[in-house]
């Protein structure tokens, strides 16, 4: 099985890879600036993946 440490360097990963398939898929950087529609997206994708993040640090550090 995989270490403490290296679990959380895969939950990292998957939620970069996560984040950047939802930014290529709304356009990238060009329509983004065009919508503001797509900025409130994305600024919520940015808010949920720290979300889960700081969660899987907390879970890490205390399992």
């Known amino acids: ?4 440490f ?3 360097l895969i939950i990292f990963v ?3 890879s996560f984040y950047l ?12 600036s065009e ?3 797509i900025k409130n ?3 919520g994708v940015r808010i949920l ?3 889960i993040a700081v969660v899987c640090l907390i879970l890490w550090t205390f399992i």
């Open 49 to 51: 993946i720290i979300i």
């Open 6 to 8: 290296e679990i959380l």
């Open 41 to 43: 997206y994305m600024s």
């Open 35 to 37: 919508s503001k529609e």
């Open 21 to 32: 398939v939802i930014y290529l898929g709304s356009g990238g950087k060009k329509k983004i």
């Open 1 to 4: 099985m995989f270490e403490k």
């Open 14 to 16: 998957i939620l970069s």
